[in-house]
């Protein structure tokens, strides 16, 4: 069984049934110290696991952003970066998890301010597993969960992401028409607006999400 | 609803010496309103001064930080005293911080988080109850990036704001829907503009400490210069926002040579689901 260290964000953190070290912190602690502790923590876990809920502020306009986005975002970037960094110097290869509420694909689900912390740390997520590249030894993967989804599948999907580092591991409330109907305006707004001008050539675009490379499809 | 844009009325622009924002200062202008150009850099805030002159006092220029949230509380009574109601908030200031994530200072993610996320957030903290109360047609637009779309393998930490900001547009356009004011988001691909030369201009604040290579920023800002150089010009960006608040879009892109890349991360979920 996969050993974890777990940074939770969140008071509502769904249980991945596993062995699991949390990562204790300071509420206070910069990006230095978050990547100083991680990379100074002994034994080796099998797996760096940042964990986040779904429950947030509701209302937008008695928000301290602090609190709510700036300050998580900063502890999961610190913790993440400090991980492979931890990973880079053992000379080893590793999984970073991101265990995201469903809500971070669709965001009617939860608060506007729940929002956009979790879109920020899905933009963090992807990013970090476009840097790592395709053929690191490091991966990362993201862990959509429901709030209905029971321990033993959301375990058994933490699990298969070890095995098959795939990029995205969707919970069962995640369907193909919600993700065309997400998609659906963004495309029309584009498709609505002119070509610009054509630019030099700068490489492939967007080679992180090719279907070749994201892993297994189907969960 | 009611579009807000109209003779008289007034918009707010962050980042808008410059750019994407003057663009859109411009095309405010044009169209009647009172705008207000907020900006950090004294030496863009100049030469906007002068571009805008012909506007008379229908344009103000003001210094704002707007990761400062005492700067955002002093521009509200700025805009309350001198034309009592803002109908348009355009935030737009931004900062291009490249790179690997990985490999990065604290103070690189502090200073694009602080400007590229924070910078929203605190414009819309400041100014969304006072566009409410007022009660007339407004509307809050974003500036984001196709990077608040889709990731590059050297821009997370631009990109992870970038997506948040993408997040609170559509989050603001849900929730209010049905008042007297509404949200888009613009996503720009490449605009001729300034923004990867931000990194000589960095405060202090966020100073890394970590010594620059000259010639290396020397030949990234030149790459970007070229790049972007290709790209629209900020003035027909401005126009596309205008059109875009006037027809109350949710979405704002300039080119649609991007639908590929969108496709692409659509396509990505759509097989993990299974649906592909």
Known sequence: ?219 | MSHPVHPGNTAFVTGGASGIGLGIAQAMLDAGLNVVVADVRADHLDRAREALAPAGERALCIRLNVGDRDDWRRSREIVEERWRKLHILCLNAGVGVLGSMVESEAADWEWSTAVNLGGVLNGVEAFLPHMRGHGEPAHIIATSSMGGLIVANDGGIYSSAKYGVVALMEGLRRDLAGTSVSASVLCPAAVNTNIFDHERMRPEAFNSGITRDEDELNRAEALARNILSHGRSPREVGAMVYEALVANAPYVFTDNGVRPTLVARRDALLASAGAL
């Not at chain 1, 033993?152 to 095995?163: M, N, T, Y």
Request: glycine share 8%.
């Open chain 1, 1 to 219: 069984m996969s050993r974890l260290l777990i940074m939770e964000l969140g008071s509502d953190i769904p249980s991945v049934g596993m062995k699991v070290d949390h990562f204790e912190f300071p509420r206070d602690a910069t990006i230095t110290q978050l990547r100083q502790q991680v990379q100074a923590l002994p034994g080796k876990p099998d797996g760096y696991l940042l964990a986040v809920g779904g429950r947030g502020h509701d209302s937008i306009e008695e928000v301290d952003w602090q609190h709510e986005v700036i300050r998580p975002l900063r502890h999961a970037f610190g913790f993440v970066t400090g991980a492979v960094r931890r990973l880079r110097e053992q000379g080893e290869g590793g999984l970073i998890i991101f265990l995201l509420p469903s809500a971070a694909l669709i965001p009617s689900r939860v608060s506007t301010v729940r929002s956009v912390l979790l879109r920020a740390l899905l933009g963090m997520a992807e990013a970090l597993r476009a840097e790592l590249g395709s053929a690191s030894a490091i991966n990362t993967s993201i862990v959509f969960h429901a709030s209905c989804e029971g321990e033993a599948e959301l375990g058994r999907r933490v699990s298969q992401v070890f095995k098959l580092a795939q990029m995205y591991s969707l919970s069962t409330d995640i369907d193909e028409q919600q993700l065309r109907e997400y998609f659906s305006p963004l495309l029309a707004a584009i498709d609505a607006t002119s070509a610009g001008p054509p630019l030099p050539d700068i490489g492939p675009m967007a080679v992180v999400y090719d279907l070749n490379s994201i892993g297994a499809a189907h969960t």
